[in-house]
C-alpha cells in the first residue's frame, strides 16, 4: 500500500510502474557490493516513491547508485537445503531462486509468511537490512525483489543466543540490565553486523536480552526509542533500528504469532549494545520542521540511509503520532 505526498518538485511525478521497471532492471545487481554491504538501492527507490519524489530525480538517483554496486554472479543457482544454507552469504543466489518458485507455486502472501517463520529469529542479520529490504519489497509490491530481500534475510541469517532466565522486564528496566554488560572487543572499525555478533557472545548477554516485556505496545516503544536516541546521538547504528522497526511494521500482518517477535528484541538489544550510544526514553527537543520541508529535502539527499531513516519515520509517525518522528529526521538532515 502506497501512501503519495505532494510531488516534491513541478516535474513529473515519479509511478509505481517506473518503480517497478527500475526494480526489475536492479535483479541483475549483486545484494552486497565491497563484501559485507547492502546494496541499498531498491530499498531507497520504494521510498523515493513513496515520498513523492520526481520521476527525473528517481532515475537519476538510481543511475549514479547503480554506478557503485555490483553486478550478480551468472553461476546456476544449487537447490536450497535449510539446514545448510541458512546464514551462509555464498548461497543467496539458491535462496533467490527458492522463494522465486515459493511465490509461483503459493503466491507471495503465502511465501512470505512461510519465509518470515523462518526467518525473525535472525531479524538483526546484515545490520537488520535482510528485514529492511524484505519490508520495502512488500510495499513496492513486486515479486522479484520480495525474492531478492528473502534471500538477503535468509543467506545472511544471524541468530543471537538467548535463555529463558527471570521474569520479564519492562523497557527502562531492561536497558538498565543491559547497561553493564562488558563490552566484547573487536576492532576499530568493525561493521555493526560484527560488533551484534559480538555482544551477542558476550558473558550474559542471552540472559538480559531476551527479557523485554512483550505487549501489544512494544514495537511502538522500540521505534520511538529508535527515534529519540537517533535525535539525541546521530547514531548510525541507532539509525537502522529505527528503519528495521518500520520493516517490521510492514511485516505485521505476516508475523507468526500477534505478539512482537522475540528474535527482534534480541536483536534489537545487540544494537543498541553495538551502537554505544546512551538510550534516550525523552526526547532531546521539539522538532523545528514540518514534514513537508523535511521530505522535500530528503528526496533531494544522495545518502540512501537518509531518505529511508525519512521514508520510515514519516510512515511510522503516520501510524503512531510523536514529535519524536520529525526530530529524527531532522537530526539526519540539518538546516
Known amino acids: 500500500m502506497l501512501m503519495k505526498t505532494v510531488p516534491s518538485t513541478r516535474e513529473t511525478p515519479a509511478t509505481l510502474a517506473q518503480l517497478h521497471h527500475l526494480l526489475d532492471a536492479g535483479q541483475a545487481l549483486s545484494a552486497t557490493y565491497r563484501g559485507q554491504l547492502s546494496n541499498h538501492l531498491p530499498m531507497a527507490q520504494q521510498a523515493l516513491l513513496e515520498l513523492g519524489a520526481s520521476a527525473e530525480r528517481l532515475q537519476a538517483f538510481a543511475e549514479a547508485e547503480e554506478a557503485t554496486l555490483e553486478p550478480r554472479s551468472c553461476a546456476r543457482p544449487a537447490r536450497i537445503a535449510v539446514e545448510r544454507d541458512l546464514g551462509r552469504p555464498d548461497s543467496d543466489a539458491a535462496w533467490r531462486a527458492h522463494f522465486a518458485a515459493r511465490i509461483v507455486d503459493v503466491g507471495s502472501s503465502a511465501a512470505l509468511r512461510d519465509a518470515v517463520a523462518l526467518l525473525l529469529p535472525g531479524a538483526g542479520a546484515i545490520a537488520f537490512h535482510g528485514l529492511i529490504r524484505t519490508g520495502h519489497a512488500v510495499l513496492a509490491g513486486h515479486d522479484g525483489e520480495l525474492a531478492a530481500g528473502l534471500a538477503h534475510w535468509a543467506s545472511q541469517f544471524m541468530p543471537l543466543p538467548t535463555a529463558d532466565d527471570g521474569p520479564p522486564l519492562a523497557l527502562a528496566d531492561w536497558l538498565q540490565a543491559l547497561k553493564p554488560l562488558p563490552r566484547p572487543v573487536y576492532p576499530a572499525g568493525s561493521l555493526i553486523t560484527d560488533r551484534m555478533r559480538a555482544w551477542g557472545a558476550t558473558p550474559g548477554f542471552a540472559v538480559v536480552a531476551g527479557r523485554l516485556q512483550h505487549g501489544p505496545d512494544t514495537l511502538r516503544e522500540l521505534a520511538l526509542l529508535a527515534a529519540r536516541t537517533y535525535a539525541a546521538t546521530g547514531n548510525f547504528t541507532v539509525l537502522h533500528l529505527l528503519t528495521a522497526s518500520h520493516a517490521l511494521s510492514v511485516l ?44 522535500a529535502a530528503a528526496c533531494e539527499q544522495d545518502d540512501a540511509h537518509v531518505i529511508k531513516l525519512t521514508h520510515a519515520a514519516w510512515r511510522l509517525g503516520r501510524r503512531w503520532p510523536d514529535p519524536a518522528w520529525r526530530r529524527a529526521v531532522e537530526r539526519a538532515i540539518p538546516f
Request: hydrophobic fraction near 50%; avoid cysteine.
Open 252 to 295: 505485521e500482518p505476516w508475523w507468526p504469532s500477534p505478539e512482537l517477535p522475540r528474535g527482534f528484541s534480541i536483536a534489537a538489544a545487540a544494537g543498541l549494545l553495538a551502537s554505544g550510544a546512551t538510550p534516550a526514553l525523552a526526547l532531546d527537543r521539539p522538532p523545528g520542521r514540518p514534514w513537508p520541508a523535511l521530505i
